[in-house]
C-alpha cells in the first residue's frame, strides 16, 4: 500500500481507513485537498482512477476547521475506493468510536446524514434509534456531577487479546504499596466532588487483591449510596467473603466476564477457569442481589461462528441485567499483536447479527456503543440491557455527559467545560512505580485540576 497526501496529519487516518479494505494491499492512493473560501475540494487517485469531490462549509474556529476537514476528507477517500473496489464497510466512512455521541452531535437530523453523507448502513442506524431511546432519563450534559473511577491494575493472569496496563498478582512485589497511594489518592480526591453520580472500580481484576487491600481500599471509598460497580471479572477470583465484601461496602452491580463459554478457548487466551466456574459464580453472585455485567467476545482465536452462539445463548439463558458483546480488537501490547496485524472478517460480522439477534428477542436492548481501531470486520462492541438496568457510569463515559475523577495509576480524569464542547483531561502515570513515588504531586496536580 502506498498513501501521498498534501495533508500530512491525515496519513495515519488514511492508512487504518484503507485497511478495511480486502485489496488494500495493492492500493496506490493520491490525495489533494484545496480550499477557496468556504470550499472544500478533495482530489483522490485510486491505482491512477481518478475522482474529485467538493463541500460547502463556514466554521466558527481552527478546531471546527481541522475536524471538517478530517472529516470530509476521509469519505472522498472513502467514496472514491468503495467505488473503485465495489466494496461497502457496515459504518461507511464512520470511524470515530462513539457512534452515538455523534448522533447527538448532529441533532434531529442525526439519521439523514449519517446514512447519506457517511454511508452507514440502516441496521446500525437503527441501532443508535435504539440506544437513544434506552439513553433517556440518563442522557443530558450533567454539570457539576461527577463519575468516580477506581483503577486496580492487578489481574490473576494476562489474557491473550489484552493491552491493559496490568500486573499479575503474584509477581507483582509492590501491591501493599500501590494501595496505600491509592488510598491517600481517594481520600484527598473525595471533596473534589460536589455531585456524585456513579463509582466504577475496574482494573484489572479489582477482586484479584488480597482481601485486606480490597478491604482498604472500599472503606476509602464508603457507601456511596449512588450505583456502585465493582469487575469481579475472573470467576477464579470470586468467592462467598469477597461477595460479602462487595455487598457490606454498598456495591450494586458487579462484572462477571466470561468472555466465551467454550473450555478450550479460555485454555487458549490464557484463562484459568472453566465455563461451569463461571455458572457456579455467578450463581453465588445471584444471592447477595447484585446486578450483573457480563462480557462476551466475538472473534476470539480458533472460535468459528457456533462457539460464540453458544456463548451468547449461554449468557442469555443466565439473564444477567446486561451483556456486553465486543468484537475482538488487536491492541498495541498485547500478545495477541504479536501473531496477527489484522483480523479477517470471516464469521465475525455473522457473530454479531446472531448476538444482536438473539439478545433482542430475549428482551435486551443496546443502550451504549463504541468502536475502536483494529476491531475485526470494523465493527463495533455494544452493551445490552434489560428494562431500566442501564449501567449510568457506561453511559456517561460513553457519551462524555459528565466529569470523571480517576484514581490510580493510568487514570484519565476528564473535566467537561462550555456544555460539553470543550474536555480537559488530566492522566496520572501509567506504571506502578512512578504512581507510587508520584502520589503527592499527583494529588496536587488534581485538585488544580478540579478546583
Known sequence: MNVSTNVPWLEADFTEELKFFSKAASFDVIHKHSEDGSTFSDFVSVNGKEYSFSAEKTFSGEIEHKRFL???????????????????????????????????????????????????????????????EQQKGIYGMHAGECDLFIGIPFCPSRCMY?????????????VAEYCDSLVKEINAAKPLIKKLRSV???????VSLPPEQLEKILSAIGDPKVEYTVEAGRPDCINESVLTMLNSHGVTRICINPQSFNEKTLRLIG????????????????????????????????????????????A????????????????????????????????VEKMIDYSVEKLESASYSPYYMYRQKYMAGNLENTGYTKAGKACIYNVDVMEEIADNLA??????????????????RYGAPKDI???????????????????
Request: charged letters at 35%; aromatic letters at 10%.
Open 316 to 347: 442469555v439463558e443466565l439473564e444477567p441485567e446486561n451483556i456486553t458483546v465486543h468484537t475482538l480488537s488487536i491492541k498495541r501490547g498485547s500478545k495477541l499483536a504479536e501473531l496477527t496485524e489484522r483480523l479477517d472478517r470471516g464469521d
Open 407 to 424: 484514581c490510580g495509576a493510568n487514570g484519565v480524569s476528564k473535566r467537561l467545560l462550555k456544555g460539553g464542547e470543550v474536555i480537559e
Open 70 to 132: 478530517r472529516r470530509y476528507a476521509k469519505l472522498a477517500l472513502y467514496r472514491a475506493v468503495a467505488d473503485y473496489t465495489g466494496e461497502k464497510q457496515t459504518w461507511g466512512a464512520l470511524t470515530g468510536i462513539r457512534p452515538v455521541k455523534y448522533a447527538y452531535s448532529i441533532g434531529s437530523d442525526w439519521r439523514d446524514e449519517m446514512k447519506n453523507e457517511m454511508f452507514v448502513e440502516d441496521r446500525k442506524l437503527d441501532m443508535i434509534a435504539d440506544i437513544i
Open 200 to 206: 466504577y472500580m475496574g482494573g484489572g481484576t479489582p
Open 162 to 174: 489484552c493491552s491493559f496496563i496490568s500486573n499479575e498478582i503474584g509477581k507483582e512485589k509492590r
Open 271 to 314: 484463562r484459568k477457569h472453566t465455563p461451569q466456574d463461571i455458572i457456579e459464580k455467578y450463581a453465588l453472585a445471584r444471592k447477595f442481589g447484585f446486578d450483573v455485567n457480563m462480557d462476551l467476545i466475538a472473534g476470539l482465536p480458533g472460535e468459528n461462528f457456533e462457539d460464540f452462539k453458544h456463548s451468547v445463548d449461554t
Open 433 to 451: 512505580k512512578t504512581y507510587i513515588e508520584k502520589i503527592d504531586k499527583i494529588i496536587e496536580e488534581k485538585y488544580d485540576f478540579f478546583k
